[in-house]
T-cell receptor, first 114, second 115 residues
Framework: QKEVEQDPGPLSVPEGAIVSLNCTYS??????FMWYRQYSRKGPELLMY????GNKEDGRFTAQVDKSSKYISLFIRDSQPSDSATYLC??????????????FGRGTQLTVWP | EAQVTQNPRYLITVTGKKLTVTCSQN?????MSWYRQDPGLGLRQIYY???????DKGDVPEGYKVSRKEKRNFPLILESPSPNQTSLYFC??????????????FGDGTRLSIL
């Protein structure tokens, strides 16, 4: 079983829709949770990160972590065509011999049509 | 401009011919890492380096070598490339070894095709 599971989609929504992207994970020791956005032919760029549980909001983006369920989400409100990209979740530990390791989901391809 | 630069961006080569993909960052970052991205498998970490002369294996290190002799450079070496190493490769860096909670700055990728 892969440590981080993410539905690859594709997901296609109309402009203005609320988008929900999700990942599940198996290792309860993960402490940092990140969302990256990757446009076609470019490297990933960090959108948001959270430590442990809780919510974090940045403009139209909200990241949620539910450690009890081993489930993280990214919500995009008022989605725009410019949000069309692949979204990758990533997780890591905060201590120990695997401090520098980063574990990515497969990515969800999102298309927002006008 | 802060950036991570990979070279080459595209390469088609043949099995067994040694190749090196260079990665350089101009942000004085301590941490650097290599990933490969394959359809359906997402990003997988190959090697990472927490600082000069410190390197560690990621998920898929077999068939790859790295070195970190100076802070700004982290080359990826394929001593004897094979077709299963055909992939899109990304180099990334972040300010300190605590990459967990810091944004990783990614290069724009190197597409390798090994025939």
């Amino acid at each position: 079983q892969k440590e981080v599971e993410q539905d690859p989609g594709p997901l296609s929504v109309p402009e203005g829709a609320i988008v929900s992207l999700n990942c599940t994970y198996s290792n309860s020791a993960f402490q940092y949770f990140m969302w990256y956005r990757q446009y076609s032919r470019k490297g990933p760029e960090l959108l948001m990160y959270t430590y442990s549980s809780g919510n974090k909001e940045d403009g139209r983006f909200t990241a949620q972590v539910d450690k009890s369920s081993k489930y993280i989400s990214l919500f995009i409100r008022d989605s725009q065509p410019s949000d069309s990209a692949t979204y990758l979740c990533a997780m890591s530990y905060d201590r120990g011999s695997t401090l520098g390791r980063l574990y990515f989901g497969r990515g969800t391809q999102l298309t927002v049509w006008p | 401009e802060a950036q991570v630069t990979q070279n080459p961006r595209y390469l088609i080569t043949v099995t067994g011919k040694k190749l090196t993909v260079t990665c350089s960052q101009n942000m004085n970052h301590e941490y650097m890492s290599w990933y490969r991205q394959d359809p359906g498998l997402g990003l997988r970490q190959i090697y990472y380096s927490m600082n000069v002369e410190v390197t560690d294996k990621g998920d898929v290190p077999e068939g790859y070598k790295v070195s970190r002799k100076e802070k700004r450079n982290f080359p990826l070496i394929l001593e004897s490339p094979s077709p299963n190493q055909t992939s899109l490769y990304f180099c990334a860096s972040s300010p300190t070894y605590r990459a967990s909670n810091q944004p990783q700055h990614f290069g724009d990728g190197t597409r390798l095709s090994i025939l």
